[in-house]
T-cell receptor, first 118, second 111 residues
Framework: DTEVTQTPKHLVMGMTNKKSLKCEQH?????MYWYKQKAKKPPELMFV???????INESVPSRFSPECPNSSLLNLHLHALQPEDSALYLC?????????????????FGPGTRLTVT | GQQVMQIPQYQHVQEGEDFTTYCNSS?????IQWYKQRPGGHPVFLIQ?????EVKKQKRLTFQFGEAKKNSSLHITATQTTDVGTYFC???????????FGTGTRLTVIP
């Protein structure tokens, strides 16, 4: 199974709502990632989890809160978002986290959650 | 900060023509990866280059990593409609797996 799944596929939320995005992989990968992608732009790294521990936070606003309950699951909790947070949120996983240095590992991306904040 | 630029931003080609996208980094990269994202889809890993001057081929796709490890290219021979999508290069920022994606090149193939 080389698939990363994400739910929901689409989400519309108001600025006062609390919602969560979910990601799951069963490839035994030990690193998982959240990316944000605006239309016609490249994916931007938000969070990296390595062995279920948050290893990097790319200065993401606190209204985004990641959680890694176990090695197969990754959540992104959303609260008090702004309209400019509307984007495609991609989850990815890789075999290792490469913390010891190169080479990097190929990343497997999920289909994404398209988020609209109204 | 680190920048990874790709040119061209857009490319329209007739089916059967060749296509090349160039990736340039402001800093030396330990390795570089290439991804393809179809319209409405998600990035899919194509290849990783590690060695200076490395060249790898996948059927009609040829990937090169520059001698200085600051640039890379992807060349597609005889494009097909299935090649449509945006091609991203990506290099590590900080940790080896903290990928910084290039600006991307959107390829349109006209049948």
């Amino acid at each position: 199974d080389t698939e990363v799944t994400q739910t929901p596929k689409h989400l519309v939320m108001g600025m006062t709502n609390k919602k969560s995005l979910k990601c799951e992989q069963h490839m035994g990968h030990r690193a998982m990632y959240w990316y944000k992608q605006k239309a016609k732009k490249p994916p931007e790294l938000m969070f990296v989890y390595s062995y279920e521990k948050l290893s990097i936070n790319e200065s993401v606003p606190s209204r985004f809160s990641p959680e890694c309950p176990n090695s197969s699951l990754l959540n992104l909790h959303l609260h008090a978002l702004q309209p400019e947070d509307s984007a495609l949120y991609l989850c990815a996983s890789s075999q290792g986290a490469g913390l010891a240095g190169p080479p990097s590992y190929e990343q497997y991306f999920g289909p994404g959650t398209r988020l609209t904040v109204t | 900060g680190q920048q990874v630029m790709q040119i061209p931003q857009y490319q329209h080609v007739q089916e059967g023509e060749d296509f090349t996208t160039y990736c340039n980094s402001s800093t030396t990269l330990s390795n570089i990866q290439w991804y393809k994202q179809r319209p409405g889809g998600h990035p899919v890993f194509l290849i990783q280059l590690v060695k200076s001057g490395e060249v790898k081929k996948q059927k009609r796709l040829t990937f090169q990593f520059g001698e200085a490890k600051k640039n890379s290219s992807l060349h597609i021979t005889a494009t097909q409609t299935t090649d449509v999508g945006t091609y991203f290069c990506a290099g590590p920022l900080g940790g080896a797996n903290n990928l910084f994606f290039g600006t991307g090149t959107r390829l349109t193939v006209i049948p």
